[in-house]
């Protein structure tokens, strides 16, 4: 290690690693060529996992911005510290929809070709194609043959991540049998794995976009918020979690799942309050209401705003047109990002939870 000297200004390597590590990743690669040392920081497991420990806990959203129903779309990063940044998927050589999002992995799908599943970093550019099952990929209905929940869990830790297809089985009427089909790609092995179970939970559009992984396990919000149903990754079994009792799913009110540094969170908009809990005992199924919040000040857009991420002091927010973030400490609103001309869908429709990370995917 380098030792600190006052007169040729050199920092010691443990204040350089510091320094490195809490840079954007744009920054990072292009200081890569100062020096060989630097260029192979981003293949050491070390500054791999110190990167990925500071930025994991600076929550953004990533939002596909579609321009025609036809066209290829934008990514946009919008982060609470650097504003809003654009990049694409172009490196996949493929039209692809982001399915699901975990710890600065996308898993995306194939538009032309069904079946097809990537898993890539979009900020290093690296990518996985998925190997195809023989059997024939879950359909939800003809001919939009793709899983009813996609999720993907990226364990930082021990650097794997496994990619979740369920759905319900159709049988050639398209009509439902009530066997429930889950397979599960894990990436140290490269292959897939399937289990066989029974379901009759639906799911809004919504809420399958929104899965969360923690404690090992993928959760969804049901529709009608009947509950939280949750997969046991470890033991391929299907779990429910209970919603707070102040729950409920009126016609004026929305529940929305997220993940909050570590924890599940529920967040219920309503006409005029945004209530904001956060489940603290995992195996009690305990819940305490942690933020009351007045939306007053944007009572305009409240019929079309969902929330998207969450982190200890703020919340990410996406409309029709806007995304936005309220400061919990502050309690102050502030825009984003807001569309300048006609989208042909809302943000809300592809907004994600995301964060920046050199976390491979090879």
């Known amino acids: 290690m380098n030792q600190p000297n006052s007169q040729s200004g050199v920092f010691p390597d443990e204040v350089i690693l510091l ?3 809490r840079l954007p990743l744009k920054s990072l690669f292009r200081f890569k060529s100062v ?3 630097w260029h192979g920081l981003t293949y050491e497991k070390y500054f791999i996992e110190l990167y990925n420990e500071v930025s994991i806990k600076n929550t953004m959203v990533l939002v596909e911005v579609f321009e025609t129903l036809e066209s290829k779309s934008n990514l946009l990063c919008v982060d609470t510290y650097r504003g809003v940044c654009e990049f694409s998927l172009d ?13 600065g992995l996308l898993c995306c799908s194939s538009i032309p070709d069904k079946g097809v599943y990537y898993v890539c970093n979009p900020m290093t ?3 996985r194609l998925l190997p195809r099952s023989r059997e024939r990929t879950i359909t939800r209905f003809h001919p939009d043959d793709e899983a009813t929940l996609v999720g993907l869990a990226c364990n930082v830790s021990s650097w794997n991540y496994t990619v979740v297809l369920a759905g319900n089985h159709r049988t050639f009427t398209h009509r439902t049998d009530g066997t429930f089909i889950c397979w599960v790609f894990n990436s140290e092995l490269n292959k897939w794995r399937k289990f066989v179970t029974s379901q009759d939970h639906r799911f ?6 929104q899965v969360v992984f923690v404690n090992g396990r993928l959760h969804w919000l049901t529709e009608n918020c009947t509950c939280i149903l949750v997969l046991d990754l470890e033991n391929d079994v299907w779990e429910k979690i209970s919603l707070p009792d102040e729950v409920s799913c ?3 009110n929305r529940v929305y799942l997220l993940e909050s540094d570590g924890s599940i969170s529920v967040v219920q908009i309503t006409e005029a309050w945004m209530n904001v809990w956060v489940l603290k005992d995992y195996e009690k199924e305990e819940w305490h209401l942690v933020e009351r919040v007045s939306l007053r000040c944007i009572m305009g857009l409240v019929p079309g705003i969902f929330p998207i991420s969450q982190a200890s002091d703020y919340v990410f927010l996406a409309s029709h047109k806007h995304v936005l973030v309220y400061h919990l400490k502050n309690c102050v609103w502030k825009e984003m990002y807001s569309v300048k001309n006609s989208s042909t869908l809302p943000l809300w429709f592809s907004a994600y939870a995301f964060r920046s990370t050199i976390f491979p995917c090879q």
Request: glycine residues 0%; aromatic residues 6%; contains cysteine.
């Open 35 to 37: 020096c060989k040392k």
């Open 204 to 209: 809004t559009h919504m809420n399958k976009n």
């Open 91 to 103: 490196f996949l050589r493929d039209r692809v929809k982001v399915r699901a999002s975990c710890n």
């Open 250 to 252: 009126r016609s004026s």
């Open 125 to 127: 550019r690296e990518f």
């Open 19 to 21: 320094i490195l590590s």
